[in-house]
């Protein structure tokens, strides 16, 4: 089964607008913690935002912010007053366990295109 | 603080040919990956490190697929003979342990593109 789940291969926003981009989990452990990436067109994976399994609030980082529904597994990322410059390919991943590093899982993507 | 290093960013080689990819990590950080991304099966791990040793190699392919890290702050991985199939873009990855923090994220590299032909 899939762990992490991205819906949307492609979306697009008007810039200045705002974006939700969908993400669903899949864990037994009651420990782990969600990662947002930006992957631009030159490649390179940018982290953007982090929620721990435990965190009691959403997550922000400036236009970022995580919509966490533990209930729902979901973590969806959104961003606020679109810019060109988030046209890119956005990742969803999740880390389990704790006390020791685990690698990440990663979600399929989702390309994100911001129409001026 | 410098982020982690690949090289080289870009390489075209011929099949059969052996390949090298390296990796500087993050100073400090404990754990090291590598990521290869291609189309059709996204971001996939292949191997990891922690201080120094693998732990989990499960995601190499093949035996033509080797990683080392002889110390902490280099790492590479091999391919030997290369593929056309083993075109892609693989990542070096760092993280510092311990529990799910929001510090203890994973690093990225900008990533090594290879082309196999």
Not at chain 1, 33 to 42: A, C, I, M, N, R
Not at chain 1, 67 to 86: M, T, W, Y
Not at chain 2, 9 to 19: D, F, I, P, Y
Not at chain 2, 46 to 68: C, H, Q, T
Request: one cysteine or more.
């Amino acid at each position: 089964a899939q762990k992490i789940t991205q819906t949307q291969p492609g979306m697009f926003v008007q810039e200045k607008e705002a974006v939700t981009l969908d993400c669903t989990y899949d864990t037994s452990d009651p420990s782990y913690g969600l990662f947002w990436y930006k992957q631009p067109s030159s490649g390179e994976m940018i982290f953007l935002i982090y929620q721990g399994s435990y965190d009691q609030q959403n997550a922000t980082e400036g236009r970022y912010s995580l919509n966490f529904q533990k209930a729902r597994k979901s973590a969806n990322l959104v961003i606020s007053a679109s810019q060109l410059g988030d046209s890119a390919m956005y990742f969803c991943a999740m880390r389990e366990g704790v006390g020791s590093a685990r690698q990440l899982t990663f979600g399929s993507g989702t390309q994100l295109t911001v129409l001026p | 603080d410098a982020g982690v290093i690949q090289s080289p960013r870009h390489e075209v080689t011929e099949m059969g040919q052996e390949v090298t990819l390296r990796c500087k990590p993050i100073s400090g950080h404990d754990y090291l990956f590598w990521y290869r991304q291609t189309m059709m099966r996204g971001l996939e791990l292949l191997i990891y490190f922690n201080n120094n040793v693998p732990i989990d190699d499960s995601g190499m392919p093949e035996d033509r697929f080797s990683a080392k890290m002889p110390n902490a702050s280099f790492s590479t991985l091999k391919i030997q003979p290369s593929e056309p199939r083993d075109s892609a873009v693989y990542f070096c990855a760092s993280s510092l342990a311990g529990v799910l923090l929001s510090g203890n994220t994973i690093y990225f590299g900008e990533g090594s593109w290879l082309t196999v032909v």
